[in-house]
């Protein structure tokens, strides 16, 4: 999927290193905030899993690291789960202004209890997801749970925690006692997905009902039986983000688009604030038609060459199996390879200046069947 490494500033002026994942074939339809687990970072392969699957449906998914963690300024020691919250608020805010307010959040574990907290601040928000995501935040002190007197009686304390040391300040405990999610999930106004594992050892799945009892509808749970709470397996992330996508799009806005109509076979639109990106329908088959990003297009569909190409392969392709077919002879699979280039054309009005071309189309034919030579050149 394309991707934009960019950088935005959080409430404290420090920033952020986020990386943008959109669609492949079409500009986003909708945009989302990612929130990843805590002590990861925007390059967690579940992160990256479910953005991938989320960009394929049409979404643009923002995910980046919080303040002190991976490539954002910052220091983690001074952090606290409020100022995770405003982070998520601060990566709204910049897709507002930067690119289009976003209508989905998804946190995974402690990034989902703070996306509920993010999401009641925007008004744009219309869905939200938690994956693996607690009742409460405190539920993450049982990580460093041997530390937690300590941190209180001398301020701080390095915590191991997924096997990599972090050092943990009373300002951050004492944040997360302050915390009430459930008071804010009851009065929420917004869909909510809640994805849990019954086998997560992490988070237990009794979390996931408590969070559910406290939500209004509409509100949804699926169980993610068999995988851990880290996502570990791909097929795990891929799964979760394809769930996702397909159920928020019964609660996120879609934007309207013309619809194309002609009477004749097909009708190409190329809208008035694009370059190159033509909108296309030929015998009701939706189709984008585009430039390569080096000549200034944007990718999206095939070049107008790449269509005639596409012609010349298919015709082929189907004129051979109907005369096979009448002949009785078996081709197996057939496959048609066409190249396109400019060649100096031979006999043109402009010839004196070497600048006369023609397009020349060559075709490659492969049959998977044995033919002799005969058949092969009829």
Not at 34 to 59: D, M, P
Not at 213 to 234: I, M, R
Request: with cysteine; net charge negative; charged share 25%.
């Amino acid at each position: 999927m394309p991707t934009e490494n960019i950088e935005f500033q959080n409430a404290s002026g420090e920033t952020l290193s986020a990386r943008l994942e959109l669609p492949p074939d079409k500009r986003p339809e909708n945009f989302a905030v990612f929130a990843h687990c805590f002590t990861c970072n925007k390059n967690f392969h579940a992160v990256r899993q479910i953005s991938s699957a989320l960009a394929a449906k049409g979404f643009g998914v923002l995910s980046f690291d919080f303040t002190g963690l991976g490539d954002s300024e910052g220091e983690f020691t001074e952090t606290t789960f409020s100022g995770s919250v405003d982070d998520l608020v601060a990566a709204a805010n910049f897709l507002s202004k930067e690119y289009a307010a976003p209508s989905l959040m998804i946190g995974h574990s402690l990034g989902g209890a703070a996306t509920l907290l993010a999401a009641s601040r925007l008004e744009s928000v219309e869905a939200v997801v938690t994956i693996g995501s607690p009742s409460a935040p405190q539920h993450v002190k049982h990580l460093f749970n041997d530390r937690v007197d300590e941190i209180l009686d001398k301020g701080k304390s390095e915590v191991n925690i997924g096997g990599r040391p972090f050092v943990l300040k009373r300002e951050f405990v004492e944040d997360l006692d302050r915390q009430d999610i459930l008071s804010v999930v009851r009065e929420f106004g917004k869909a909510i997905l809640i994805l849990h594992s019954p086998e997560d050892n992490i988070v237990g799945i009794d979390d996931a009902a408590i969070l559910y009892k406290a939500a209004k509808h509409p509100k949804s749970f699926v169980s993610l039986s068999g995988a851990d709470h880290l996502l570990s397996s791909p097929e795990d992330g891929r799964y979760a983000g394809e769930l996702i996508a397909s159920w928020a799009a019964r609660y996120v806005k879609k934007h309207e688009s013309s619809e194309l109509r002609t009477k004749e076979d097909v009708v190409a639109q190329l809208p008035a604030d694009e370059k190159f990106t033509t909108a296309m329908v030929a015998g009701g088959h939706r189709m984008t038609a585009d430039e390569p990003q080096s000549f200034g297009g944007n990718n999206f569909g095939p070049s107008p060459y790449g269509f005639v190409s596409s012609g010349l392969a298919a015709c082929t392709a189907m004129t051979l199996r109907m005369y096979a077919d009448r002949k009785g002879w078996d081709l197996g699979d057939v496959n048609v390879h066409v190249s396109h280039t400019k060649t100096h054309a031979e006999d043109c009005s402009d010839c004196e200046t070497g600048g006369g071309k023609i397009d020349k189309f060559t075709r490659t034919i492969e049959f998977a069947a044995e033919l002799d030579a005969g058949r092969k050149k009829k």
